[in-house]
Protein backbone atom coordinates (compact mmCIF):
# COMPACT_ATOMS: atom_id res chain seq x y z
CA UNK A 1 0.00 0.00 0.00
CA UNK A 2 1.45 3.18 -0.79
CA UNK A 3 0.23 6.70 -0.39
CA UNK A 4 1.35 10.54 -0.76
CA UNK A 5 2.61 11.69 2.04
CA UNK A 6 2.10 15.01 2.16
CA UNK A 7 -1.81 14.54 1.21
CA UNK A 8 -1.80 12.33 4.07
CA UNK A 9 -0.09 14.89 6.56
CA UNK A 10 -2.13 18.09 5.35
CA UNK A 11 -5.48 16.10 4.77
CA UNK A 12 -6.85 15.56 8.76
CA UNK A 13 -4.40 18.28 10.07
CA UNK A 14 -5.24 19.91 12.99
CA UNK A 15 -2.93 22.37 13.47
CA UNK A 16 -0.30 23.03 10.77
CA UNK A 17 2.77 25.26 12.19
CA UNK A 18 4.68 28.30 10.71
CA UNK A 19 1.98 28.55 7.91
CA UNK A 20 3.98 26.17 5.92
CA UNK A 21 1.05 24.87 3.90
CA UNK A 22 2.41 24.80 0.86
CA UNK A 23 4.44 21.99 -0.73
CA UNK A 24 7.76 22.01 0.99
CA UNK A 25 9.85 19.78 -1.63
CA UNK A 26 10.98 16.46 -0.47
CA UNK A 27 10.33 15.21 3.09
CA UNK A 28 12.25 14.04 5.68
CA UNK A 29 9.06 12.38 7.92
CA UNK A 30 9.19 12.22 11.39
CA UNK A 31 6.34 11.50 13.60
CA UNK A 32 5.62 11.24 17.69
CA UNK A 33 2.30 10.94 19.71
CA UNK A 34 0.98 11.27 23.40
CA UNK A 35 -0.90 8.25 24.75
CA UNK A 36 -4.29 10.09 25.50
CA UNK A 37 -3.85 7.96 28.95
CA UNK A 38 -1.40 10.42 29.55
CA UNK A 39 -3.66 13.32 29.38
CA UNK A 40 -6.29 11.89 31.53
CA UNK A 41 -4.24 10.92 34.33
CA UNK A 42 -2.86 14.57 34.04
CA UNK A 43 -6.63 15.86 34.33
CA UNK A 44 -7.32 17.22 30.93
CA UNK A 45 -10.83 16.38 30.80
CA UNK A 46 -11.86 17.53 26.73
CA UNK A 47 -10.28 16.48 23.12
CA UNK A 48 -10.31 20.51 23.10
CA UNK A 49 -7.97 20.86 26.60
CA UNK A 50 -5.59 18.21 25.00
CA UNK A 51 -5.38 20.23 21.59
CA UNK A 52 -4.41 23.10 23.45
CA UNK A 53 -1.92 21.18 25.35
CA UNK A 54 -0.40 19.73 22.20
CA UNK A 55 -0.43 23.17 20.29
CA UNK A 56 1.44 24.97 22.79
CA UNK A 57 4.29 22.03 22.94
CA UNK A 58 4.32 22.06 18.49
CA UNK A 59 4.62 25.58 19.21
CA UNK A 60 7.33 25.82 21.24
CA UNK A 61 9.27 22.79 19.67
CA UNK A 62 9.41 24.64 16.16
CA UNK A 63 10.21 27.64 17.74
CA UNK A 64 13.86 25.64 19.40
CA UNK A 65 17.44 25.97 18.39
CA UNK A 66 19.58 23.17 18.64
CA UNK A 67 23.25 23.62 19.45
CA UNK A 68 25.39 20.50 18.01
CA UNK A 69 28.88 20.35 18.18
CA UNK A 70 30.83 17.79 15.52
CA UNK A 71 34.22 17.37 14.62
CA UNK A 72 35.68 19.85 12.01
CA UNK A 73 39.16 17.84 10.98
CA UNK A 74 42.65 18.11 12.75
CA UNK A 75 44.97 20.79 13.16
CA UNK A 76 48.58 20.98 14.55
CA UNK A 77 49.28 22.98 17.21
CA UNK A 78 52.45 25.37 18.22
CA UNK A 79 53.61 22.56 20.06
CA UNK A 80 53.29 20.05 17.11
CA UNK A 81 50.75 18.30 18.48
CA UNK A 82 47.74 17.16 16.97
CA UNK A 83 43.86 19.04 18.29
CA UNK A 84 40.61 18.22 17.53
CA UNK A 85 38.68 20.90 15.72
CA UNK A 86 35.21 21.35 16.52
CA UNK A 87 32.18 23.59 15.43
CA UNK A 88 29.01 24.53 16.41
CA UNK A 89 26.25 23.93 13.92
CA UNK A 90 22.93 25.16 14.95
CA UNK A 91 19.86 23.68 13.63
CA UNK A 92 16.58 25.83 13.37
CA UNK A 93 13.03 24.42 13.67
CA UNK A 94 11.64 27.67 12.48
CA UNK A 95 11.29 26.12 8.91
CA UNK A 96 10.33 22.60 9.76
CA UNK A 97 6.92 21.51 8.54
CA UNK A 98 5.12 20.75 11.35
CA UNK A 99 1.63 19.34 11.66
CA UNK A 100 -0.35 18.34 15.16
CA UNK A 101 -3.23 15.18 14.11
CA UNK A 102 -5.95 14.24 16.41
CA UNK A 103 -8.27 12.20 14.61
CA UNK A 104 -6.99 9.81 11.88
CA UNK A 105 -7.65 10.35 8.21
CA UNK A 106 -10.92 8.83 8.35
CA UNK A 107 -11.75 11.51 10.94
CA UNK A 108 -12.05 8.22 13.63
CA UNK A 109 -10.97 9.67 17.10
CA UNK A 110 -9.96 6.73 17.95
CA UNK A 111 -6.03 8.04 17.96
CA UNK A 112 -3.26 9.06 20.01
CA UNK A 113 -2.91 12.71 19.69
CA UNK A 114 0.56 13.13 17.42
CA UNK A 115 2.96 15.51 15.85
CA UNK A 116 4.04 14.95 11.91
CA UNK A 117 7.67 16.52 11.45
Known sequence: ??????????DHAYYIANGLETNCGSYKHFNTSCHTAYFIKSGYKTQKQIDTVMIKILKKITQMTLRAQEKNG?????KGQEKQKYRVRKIKFHNV?????????????NVNPHFHF
Open 97 to 109: FAVYHNEQANRSK
Open 1 to 10: MSFKLEEHIK
Open 74 to 78: ICINK
